[in-house]
Structure formats: structure tokens, C-alpha cells
């Protein structure tokens, strides 16, 4: 059974650093990327970025270039999201996802979400 | 940068069908995708490539795509069937796209 597992919610300072994972199970990790997608409360979907875990290779979106970095473990099955300073507005539920099998882009797999709480 | 345009909410009676439109420039010319998003849960992949149904997904579901619309169609629709429904594409230059989503209220 393919799973997408991601680390806990967490509650930050503006400022401060954070970094995020999603673990993936049930799967060869190194044959699909792995997207990040955040939602704001209240709000729909917004793709950040995606890695190629075979080979660490990144897209960001132009909203997010600079701001997050996204890396992978290959060892343990894991892509992770990174913030050097958050703001405030980083406040949402992030998600990752798996890119669907094929030649298409979409996501057939996603994970249960992690909360990010950034206040003074 | 490519977008996609949905309306915010869609009302439909149980058992009667709910469409949903998602209108970019040439949509008709790349694949649609379709999630179902339910209060306090993650997306869940309904239709892609436009009209496949992936395992699981009931047959009241179906999509179209042409020319500037994609359009998801609940037959039938039940009151599970209650969430907020993003469409998605991929544009070469803006990658992965999603439309604002459209809030389903089964009345």
C-alpha cells in the first residue's frame, strides 16, 4: 500500500527556521516525485515545488522561488520542505504528493498533511 | 502564468446532478485533473487524464474536457459527495496549476 506519512504539526516563531518531511512507503521512492502544496486556512490549493528524488533535481514556483528549498533522503525515503525564516503568513497545512503514474503531471497520492503555526 | 477558473460554489439536490466547470486558455489541449477535498481531510483524486476514473472512485463521477472548459458531472449525487472539488492541469511554464475550487453543497 503506497503511504505518504508527514511529520507533526508545529507552532514557530516569525523567524525562525522549520523543516518538514514526508516519508513514502508502499513504493520504489526513487520512481516518482514528490510535490509540496500549501493551503492557507480557509483558502485552495497552491503547488510550491516538486523534486525528482532520483536525482535531488527542483521546481519551485515563482510564488515560493527563494523563500522555501526542498530536499530529499534517498536512504530513507523522505522529501523534506525547509523555511530559513518564516513569516507569519507561512501559517497554513502543507501537503506533499505523489506525482500519478505515467506521463501525465497530476497527483494520485498525498499525505494526511502537517499544520505550520507561525506566531509571536 | 497559466490559471484556471472555477466557480466558488455549486448547489445540487440529492440524487440530481452537480456540474462542475474549470475554464483555462486551451484547456482542451492538456489533460484535466479533478480532486475532491472534504473538511479536515486531503485531497482525494477523482478523475485524470479527463475523464478516467482512478480505482475506488464511484461511477457517478465522470469529466469532459474541450476547448476552454473541463467539466466534472456527479450523477446522482449524494450527500458524501459534499466538498470542496479543485480542477488541476500542467502548463510547461507554470507547471503544476490548480483552480480555485468550487464548494459543493448537497441541499
Known amino acids: 500500500e503506497v503511504q505518504l506519512v508527514q511529520s507533526g504539526a508545529e507552532v514557530k516563531k516569525p523567524g525562525e527556521s522549520l523543516r518538514i518531511s514526508c516519508k513514502g512507503s508502499g513504493y520504489r521512492f526513487t520512481n516518482y516525485w514528490i510535490s509540496w502544496v500549501r493551503q492557507m486556512p480557509g483558502k485552495g490549493l497552491e503547488w510550491m515545488g516538486r523534486i525528482d528524488p532520483s536525482d535531488s533535481y527542483t521546481n519551485y514556483s515563482p510564488s515560493f522561488q527563494g523563500h522555501v528549498s526542498i530536499s530529499v533522503d534517498k536512504s530513507i525515503s523522505t522529501a523534506f520542505l525547509h523555511w530559513s525564516s518564516l513569516k507569519a503568513s507561512d501559517t497554513a497545512m502543507y501537503y506533499c504528493a505523489r506525482r500519478g503514474s505515467g506521463s501525465s503531471y497530476y497527483f494520485d497520492y498525498w499525505g494526511q498533511g502537517t499544520l505550520v503555526t507561525v506566531s509571536s | 502564468s497559466y490559471e484556471l477558473t472555477q466557480p466558488p460554489s455549486v448547489s445540487v439536490s440529492p440524487g440530481q446532478t452537480a456540474s462542475i466547470t474549470c475554464f483555462g486558455d486551451k484547456l482542451g489541449d492538456k489533460y484535466a485533473f479533478w480532486y475532491q477535498q472534504k473538511p479536515g481531510q486531503s485531497p482525494v483524486l477523482v478523475i485524470y487524464?479527463?475523464?478516467k476514473r482512478p480505482s475506488g472512485i464511484p461511477e457517478r463521477f465522470s469529466g469532459s474536457n474541450s476547448g476552454n472548459t473541463a467539466t466534472l458531472t456527479i450523477s446522482g449525487t449524494q450527500a458524501m459527495d459534499e466538498a470542496d472539488y479543485y480542477c488541476?492541469?500542467?502548463?510547461?511554464?507554470?507547471?503544476?496549476?490548480f483552480g480555485s475550487g468550487t464548494k459543493v453543497t448537497v441541499l
Open positions: 487524464q479527463d475523464s
Open positions: 488541476q492541469a500542467w502548463d510547461s511554464s507554470t507547471y503544476y496549476v
